[in-house]
């Protein structure tokens, strides 16, 4: 009784976060979703609303929801947002719609991807690589360009973005359809406040994250405060070892998990700095 109550729940928010705007949700696995043990249901939303943030507890169907931008002002880009949560629970508004309602108005057309939690890192990077290649397969009906598809994240989403984009070259699943005939690589890509980069032998960076001249260039962010603040230093040492791309901004004071919310100097510092580098990186 309890989890229908909380399905209910969830099912009221994302209507009013979701269809009541008319935003488009996408199932990335139409048929079986690989490795998933648990049968396709509706997302389930925890009742933890601390910070007024909406956490979703569980995902067994990955989706994504796209935000279009406005025809005058769309720039042919696109970006996938990944919320973190730890990969325990996707803190999906604060770090999810909320950025894409700002990126959509920017004019790139934005996907808030809902990735399986919880505990399930592996599935986790199938459902980016599967955001990625629906992206690029669809990209001529949307008025994107192919070789302007980006991924980012924030904490445990900015880990996915990470892997996601040094692990692009690993198959983890089998060709589903046309869209996996598509490459998983992102273009670029934008870590903020990243979180488990240095889970190698004393803080070091996370093995999996292997570096390679076909690494896409990287903006991240963080504060120095940050009790995951070594996970950005470690990657952009190895950015600049392998001469890939790379701007890092470190502030002194944030801490973790602000998202882009007014009040905080680090929510309202990086999304300047990240339509700038755009601008210079993918816009140019």
Not at 9 to 33: C, G, K, N
Not at 133 to 147: E, L, N
Not at 187 to 195: E, N, Q, R
């Amino acid at each position: 009784m309890k989890k229908l109550f909380l399905l209910l729940l969830f099912s009221t928010y994302f209507i009013s976060s979701a269809s009541s705007l008319d935003r488009e949700v996408i199932s990335l696995w139409p048929q079986a979703v690989p490795g998933e043990k648990d049968p396709k249901s509706s997302p389930i939303i925890s009742p933890n609303r601390k910070g007024d943030t909406t956490r979703i507890a569980k995902v067994t169907d990955p989706t994504l929801t796209i935000y279009e931008p406005k025809p005058e002002n769309k720039n042919g880009a696109a970006i996938i947002i990944c919320p973190g949560g730890g990969y325990s629970i996707l803190a999906v508004d604060k770090e999810g719609y909320e950025v894409a309602e700002w990126f959509s108005e920017l004019g790139y057309t934005a996907f808030v991807l809902q990735y399986r939690v919880p505990d399930n890192r592996k599935g986790a990077l199938q459902d980016a690589q599967r955001a990625i290649r629906y992206v690029r397969a669809t990209s001529k009906h949307r008025g994107i360009h192919p070789d302007k598809i980006g991924i980012m994240g924030f904490s445990a989403g900015g880990s996915l973005s990470a892997r996601a984009s040094t692990q692009h070259n690993l198959t983890l699943y089998p060709p589903n359809d046309a869209w996996d005939t598509q490459s998983a690589r992102p273009d670029f890509s934008l870590l903020i406040y990243p979180a488990y980069l240095d889970e190698g032998a004393q803080n070091t960076l996370s093995p999996e994250l292997q570096i390679h001249p076909d690494t896409p260039p990287m903006f991240l962010f963080v504060a120095a405060d940050d009790k995951y603040a070594n996970s950005s230093l470690v990657m952009s040492s190895a950015l600049r070892t392998n001469k890939v791309p790379f701007e890092l901004h470190i502030l002194p004071y944030g801490r973790h998990g602000y998202g882009m919310r007014p009040g905080s100097r680090a929510a309202e510092t990086w999304p300047k700095l990240s339509k700038q580098w755009l601008q210079l990186t993918v816009l140019k």
